[in-house]
């Protein structure tokens, strides 16, 4: 069995931090979002790995290699235009051979069973078997109708509020059999939910809704990547990420990662952030449920919320700043 990871997402809700990384390389609890899918795969017994991407791909592929730090083998398929998410797959079926392929999306966290989802694609017969999740908001998702059995019997993509018929989202993650595969048209931009999964139950074919197992979220915006950071690293750390940061005896620190080089000064008091490498709060300062990219400031005095500062943007001391995005090099207040 094979697998592909979709990485092409340029993250534009996740702007500036995206500016110059792709969305699947931002760090969450310390790890790049993809490797939380790659490892899922390995740990499921799936070592032979295609990564497709489009946005800065280099960054990736110098990250990733080959893959033999994760005990994987990954190859790349690089695309010169999206082709959506079907259409990115279909161009790498001359590498996938005549296999039952898993297809996750590497722009959320899959900190998941991969193993359980595949066990029951084989036991349904399915041609493929979508992964499950339940959200608070549908209308941001594709959502999902079950029969008794687990069969999909409806789909709704992004449904206006009074469109909900279900709480069930597709997650992203399928395993799809070679037929399914086949049916996805060559050289065009196809996608799955709008467009391969409707023409496959219209056609009467069995398509299976399993609920997923493990941590699921889709990091689309600042909010998403704070909530995942502290999530994740609850469960795997037991709390927030402090390697190689320097924090003041007096400053107040509560449910943030500071990455290595993040320094908190003076009685600074910091809550529901993340400052990645470099950056810096200063003496007195208030900084909650802000993103600090590489390198950013946030002056002393300065009461910051709700904002994501961009690699070497700063907010000047003594300023107050709300719900802003600062592009990178840029000076707020």
Known sequence: MKAVVMAGGEGTRLRPLTLDVPKPFLRVAGKPAIEYALDALVAAGIKDILVTTFYKPERLIQHLSGGSRLKARIFYSVEDEAMGTAGGV???LPLLGDDTVVVLSGDVIADVNVKALVDAHQRSGAVATMALTTVDNPTEFGIVGLGPTGRIVRFKEKPKADEVFSNLVNAGIYVLSPEALRAIPQGETYDFSKQLFPKLLEAGKRLQGVPLEGFWMDVGRPGDLLKASQALGQKHRGGPLKEGAKVSPSARVARTDLYPGAAVEGSALVEDCILYDGSRIEDKATVKGTIL??????????????CVLGRGARVKPGATVQGE????GQVAG
Do not use: E, L, T, Y
């Open 90 to 92: 279909a161009k790498c």
């Open 293 to 306: 990219a590489p390198d950013a400031v946030v002056g002393a005095g300065a009461r910051v919320s709700d």
């Open 325 to 328: 995005r600062v592009q990178p």
